[in-house]
């Protein structure tokens, strides 16, 4: 079939390239002229496993292109895909969809015969209906249905989620735009993929209530290591006890500094904004929200602790600054917090990340960034593990404790057994475990 992307951001690219490895035809299109410069040129703008090989064997085959004007592409398309980002709105947390709506505008004019406009960006509940009356009102002749297909990609994961999905959310009553769905999906079948198709409403929501559930799944866990901490008890055993119970499962019981990315904090964000208009106040995941923002903000005081409650004039090490490994994502990361935190208490970071230094440094004040792990333990009073990159979990340990001006260790992620830590001659604070 042949696809129209809109949008070659995290969710653009992915689902672009996955869609041409599917073997559909399929040209992403961006208003960035630098980004679609970068694409042609095989540079992939973000950092995703996988992602880069994938793209270029598909440009290679010739299913998969680029481009700044979208106009040939749209008009060709069996789909078009609207992956455009829906960033909070500065002042009250509603999601923006200028962008959305922008994009609704650009394919309204150009559509011909029948044609599936696909919402692939995560946006509130009713704006399909709004998408349907921008493309309606400028063009009331057109054949087109419009479809919500919400994302549920991991960011390191992305490319394995898409292409072996817990399920394919659909939302259309329209039987010809469910067919057309139903073949660009059909390489799923293989692994039987629940495709469940419900109303657009409906789609809609799931993604936003999915999300939300999870996040609060990540602040229940962070709440009961702050209790486990109180009265003794071992979270991840916690985690481990409550797990095991099928009706809960295992997954996002891992205790840390607090969830962020691009798509929780803006995400449970939207859904309380959204649920307060339609007067049906959520509030399990108003709640969710203001603990996991104090929460990351509290993460510098558990490094003062370790140093007994003074950090000035001692230096920091912060290993890890992307909200979770395998991306280069600085969005709503715990760092964010952490790192300016601490240098309003006195202290001096020094840092490292294997991806994220580059976006880390445009909006991090005052950090001295290092070229690896070791390097930024360098002289260092504490060293804090902020994210779980794989390098970061087998340090050696004997020489970190060479290179520190006194062996202190917070692991805000559970990455080390207390006891072998200690056994090293370390003081070692951790999330949740005595």
Not at 279 to 288: D, H, K, N, S, Y
């Amino acid at each position: 079939m042949r696809v129209a992307m809109i949008g070659t951001g995290y969710v653009g690219l992915v689902s672009g390239a996955c869609f041409a490895d599917f073997g559909h035809e399929v040209v992403c299109v961006d208003k960035d002229p630098s980004k679609i410069e970068r694409l042609e040129r095989g540079e992939i703008p973000i950092f995703e496993p996988g992602l880069d090989d994938l793209v270029a064997a598909n440009v290679r085959d010739g299913r998969l292109s680029f481009a700044l004007d979208g106009a040939a592409a749209i008009r060709a398309a069996d789909a078009v895909f609207i992956a455009v980002g829906t960033p909070s709105r500065r002042g009250d947390g509603h999601a923006d969809l200028s962008y959305v709506h922008a994009a609704a505008e650009e394919i309204a004019g150009l559509i011909e015969g029948f044609t599936v406009v696909v919402t692939k960006s995560t946006v509130p509940v009713g704006t399909g209906d709004e998408i349907e009356r921008i493309i309606r009102a400028r063009r009331p002749d057109a054949d087109f249905a419009v479809v919500s297909n919400p994302e549920f990609l991991r960011e390191g994961a992305a490319i394995e989620d898409f292409k072996r999905p817990d399920r394919v959310v659909v939302g259309t009553e329209d039987a010809r735009a469910q067919a057309v769905m139903r073949e660009l999906y059909r390489p799923l079948n293989l692994n039987e993929t629940p495709i469940l198709f419900t109303g657009r409403r409906t789609s809609e929501l799931i993604k936003y209530a999915a999300n939300a559930f999870l996040a609060m799944k990540i602040t229940f866990i962070n709440e009961m290591a702050d209790l486990c901490e109180a009265v003794g008890a071992d979270v991840q055993q916690v985690a481990r006890g409550i797990g095991l119970d099928k009706r809960i499962g295992a997954k996002f019981l891992h205790a840390g500094p607090g969830y962020g990315g691009s798509c929780f904090p803006k995400d449970t964000l939207a859904l309380v904004r959204t649920a307060a208009d339609a007067g049906a106040p959520v509030r399990l995941i108003e709640t969710t929200v203001q603990i996991n923002d104090a929460r990351k903000k509290a993460m510098a005081g558990k490094v003062a602790a370790a140093l007994e409650g003074d950090l000035a004039g001692r230096t920091v090490a912060l290993l890890g600054l992307t909200f979770k490994p395998n991306t280069d994502d600085m969005r709503d990361a715990p760092s964010l917090d952490v790192a300016p935190a601490l240098i309003a208490r006195g202290a001096t970071v020094q840092a490292f990340d294997p991806e994220g230094m580059d976006e880390a440094a445009k909006l991090l004040d005052g950090v001295q960034f290092r070229d690896g792990p070791y390097e930024a333990v360098e002289g260092a009073d504490v060293v804090v593990i902020l994210t779980e990159w794989d390098q970061f979990r087998a340090l050696d340990l004997d020489r970190v404790k060479l290179l520190m001006r006194q062996p202190v260790m917070v692991d805000l992620r559970n990455v080390y057994r207390p006891e072998e830590v200690r056994a090293r001659g370390f003081r070692y604070a951790s999330i949740g475990r005595a």
